[in-house]
Nanobody, 125 residues
Framework: QVQLVESGGGSVEAGGSLTLSCTLS????????LAWFRQAPGKEREGVAV??????YTYYDDSVKGRFTISQDGVKMYLQMNSLKPEDTAMYYC????????????????????WGQGTQVTVPS
C-alpha cells in the first residue's frame, strides 16, 4: 500500500523560508514523477514543482521559479521554499506517479495517482 505523508508546514513571515518533507512508503518504482501541489481556499489545485527520478529532471511553475527547490533523497522528497510571499499561502500536497509524464501533464493533478493528506503553509500579509 502506497502512502505519502507530508510534514513541515507552518506559519512564516513574508520573506522567510520553510522546508516541506514528504515520506513515501510502499512506492518502489525506480523511475517516477514526484511533485508538490498547492491549493488555496476557493482556488484549484496547482502544480508547483516536479522531479523526475529517472533522469533527475526538475520542473517548476513560473510563480515559484528561483524561490523553491524540489529534491529527493531515497524515500523522502523535499520542497525548500525561500522568499515566501503571502500568495504562497495554501495547503501543500505531495504526489507521486510511476513512470514518466509529459511536460503538459507534470503540473496537472490528473497525472498523479498517489497523494498525501496535505500540510498547511501560511504567510501572513
Amino acid at each position: 500500500q502506497v502512502q505519502l505523508v507530508e510534514s513541515g508546514g507552518g506559519s512564516v513571515e513574508a520573506g522567510g523560508s520553510l522546508t516541506l518533507s514528504c515520506t513515501l512508503s510502499g512506492f518502489t518504482y525506480s523511475s517516477s514523477c514526484l511533485a508538490w501541489f498547492r491549493q488555496a481556499p476557493g482556488k484549484e489545485r496547482e502544480g508547483v514543482a516536479v522531479i523526475y527520478t529517472g533522469g533527475v529532471y526538475t520542473y517548476y511553475d513560473d510563480s515559484v521559479k528561483g524561490r523553491f527547490t524540489i529534491s529527493q533523497d531515497g524515500v523522502k522528497m523535499y520542497l525548500q521554499m525561500n522568499s515566501l510571499k503571502p500568495e504562497d499561502t495554501a495547503m501543500y500536497y505531495c504526489a507521486a506517479q510511476p513512470g514518466r509524464l509529459t511536460r503538459d501533464e507534470m503540473l496537472r493533478p490528473r497525472g498523479y495517482m498517489f497523494w498525501g493528506q496535505g500540510t498547511q503553509v501560511t504567510v501572513p500579509s
